[in-house]
Protein backbone atom coordinates (compact mmCIF):
# COMPACT_ATOMS: atom_id res chain seq x y z
CA UNK A 1 0.00 0.00 0.00
CA UNK A 2 1.56 3.79 -0.82
CA UNK A 3 1.96 6.37 1.58
CA UNK A 4 -0.23 8.90 2.10
CA UNK A 5 0.40 12.16 4.40
CA UNK A 6 -0.07 12.54 7.76
CA UNK A 7 -0.66 14.95 10.76
CA UNK A 8 0.71 11.74 12.62
CA UNK A 9 4.03 12.67 14.61
CA UNK A 10 5.73 9.22 15.67
CA UNK A 11 8.29 9.29 17.87
CA UNK A 12 10.78 6.64 19.74
CA UNK A 13 13.15 7.14 22.99
CA UNK A 14 16.37 9.22 23.48
CA UNK A 15 18.51 6.47 23.32
CA UNK A 16 21.04 8.93 25.04
CA UNK A 17 18.95 10.87 27.18
CA UNK A 18 21.74 11.88 29.53
CA UNK A 19 23.70 13.67 27.26
CA UNK A 20 22.99 16.67 25.24
CA UNK A 21 23.80 15.85 21.61
CA UNK A 22 22.38 17.39 18.72
CA UNK A 23 19.79 15.83 15.38
CA UNK A 24 20.14 17.92 12.21
CA UNK A 25 17.82 16.61 9.65
CA UNK A 26 17.45 18.43 5.85
CA UNK A 27 14.24 18.66 4.12
CA UNK A 28 14.75 20.35 0.98
CA UNK A 29 11.37 19.61 -0.69
CA UNK A 30 8.87 21.34 1.55
CA UNK A 31 5.95 22.62 -0.55
CA UNK A 32 2.66 24.59 0.46
CA UNK A 33 0.40 26.87 -1.48
CA UNK A 34 0.29 31.07 -1.04
CA UNK A 35 -2.72 31.82 0.55
CA UNK A 36 -3.29 34.84 -1.91
CA UNK A 37 -3.09 32.82 -5.01
CA UNK A 38 -2.95 28.97 -4.31
CA UNK A 39 0.03 28.78 -6.43
CA UNK A 40 3.05 26.43 -4.66
CA UNK A 41 5.43 27.65 -2.75
CA UNK A 42 8.75 26.10 -1.87
CA UNK A 43 11.13 25.65 0.68
CA UNK A 44 14.11 23.92 1.98
CA UNK A 45 13.33 22.94 6.26
CA UNK A 46 16.55 22.50 8.52
CA UNK A 47 15.30 21.33 12.25
CA UNK A 48 18.08 21.24 14.51
CA UNK A 49 17.42 20.05 17.98
CA UNK A 50 18.32 18.89 21.56
CA UNK A 51 16.37 15.52 22.38
CA UNK A 52 14.84 14.80 25.81
CA UNK A 53 13.25 11.55 26.23
CA UNK A 54 11.81 11.57 22.60
CA UNK A 55 12.92 11.86 19.30
CA UNK A 56 10.56 12.37 15.67
CA UNK A 57 10.78 9.10 13.68
CA UNK A 58 11.62 10.24 10.59
CA UNK A 59 9.15 8.27 7.62
CA UNK A 60 6.37 9.83 9.81
CA UNK A 61 8.12 12.92 9.62
CA UNK A 62 8.19 13.00 6.02
CA UNK A 63 4.41 12.08 5.88
CA UNK A 64 3.40 15.42 8.33
CA UNK A 65 5.79 17.51 5.69
CA UNK A 66 3.98 15.92 2.77
CA UNK A 67 0.50 16.93 4.37
CA UNK A 68 1.23 21.20 3.72
CA UNK A 69 1.68 19.88 0.12
CA UNK A 70 -1.94 21.06 -0.55
CA UNK A 71 -2.61 23.57 2.74
CA UNK A 72 -2.55 27.59 2.19
CA UNK A 73 -0.39 29.13 4.42
CA UNK A 74 1.48 31.66 4.64
CA UNK A 75 5.41 31.39 5.44
CA UNK A 76 5.18 32.73 8.66
CA UNK A 77 2.76 30.49 9.92
CA UNK A 78 3.36 27.30 8.82
CA UNK A 79 6.84 27.69 10.23
CA UNK A 80 5.47 27.81 13.61
CA UNK A 81 3.30 25.30 13.35
CA UNK A 82 5.81 23.19 12.12
CA UNK A 83 7.66 23.63 15.33
CA UNK A 84 4.70 23.88 17.47
CA UNK A 85 3.44 20.58 16.32
CA UNK A 86 7.50 18.66 16.64
CA UNK A 87 7.68 20.29 20.26
CA UNK A 88 4.47 18.93 21.32
CA UNK A 89 5.25 15.49 20.04
CA UNK A 90 9.04 14.87 21.41
CA UNK A 91 8.98 17.89 24.03
CA UNK A 92 12.85 18.65 23.08
CA UNK A 93 15.12 20.42 25.22
CA UNK A 94 15.98 22.80 22.10
CA UNK A 95 14.15 23.32 18.93
CA UNK A 96 15.18 25.26 15.98
CA UNK A 97 13.28 25.23 12.75
CA UNK A 98 14.51 27.50 9.56
CA UNK A 99 12.33 27.60 6.56
CA UNK A 100 14.32 29.09 3.35
CA UNK A 101 11.88 29.51 0.69
CA UNK A 102 12.45 29.92 -2.73
CA UNK A 103 12.07 33.21 -4.49
CA UNK A 104 7.96 34.64 -4.85
CA UNK A 105 8.05 37.59 -6.65
CA UNK A 106 11.80 38.93 -6.10
CA UNK A 107 11.83 37.79 -2.49
CA UNK A 108 13.61 35.40 -0.27
CA UNK A 109 11.98 34.58 2.64
CA UNK A 110 13.71 32.84 5.40
CA UNK A 111 11.66 32.05 8.93
CA UNK A 112 13.58 30.98 12.12
CA UNK A 113 11.68 29.77 15.06
CA UNK A 114 13.22 28.63 18.09
CA UNK A 115 11.37 26.87 21.14
CA UNK A 116 14.04 26.31 24.52
CA UNK A 117 12.50 23.96 27.59
CA UNK A 118 12.42 25.78 30.73
CA UNK A 119 15.66 25.50 32.80
CA UNK A 120 17.69 24.34 29.75
CA UNK A 121 20.91 26.31 29.05
CA UNK A 122 23.39 25.11 26.06
CA UNK A 123 26.74 23.49 27.06
CA UNK A 124 29.23 25.93 26.60
CA UNK A 125 31.55 24.96 23.54
CA UNK A 126 34.69 23.53 23.84
CA UNK A 127 37.81 25.23 22.15
CA UNK A 128 40.51 22.74 21.22
CA UNK A 129 44.05 24.31 20.17
Not at 77 to 102: S, W, Y
Request: aromatic fraction near 10%.
Amino acid sequence: MPSAPSRALETFPNPQPGRDYSIRIRIPEFTCLCPKTGQPDFAELTLEYVPEARCVELKALKLYVWSYRDQGAFHEAVTNQILDDLVQATEPRFMRLTAEFNVRGGIYTTVVAEHRAAGWEAAQPVRLR
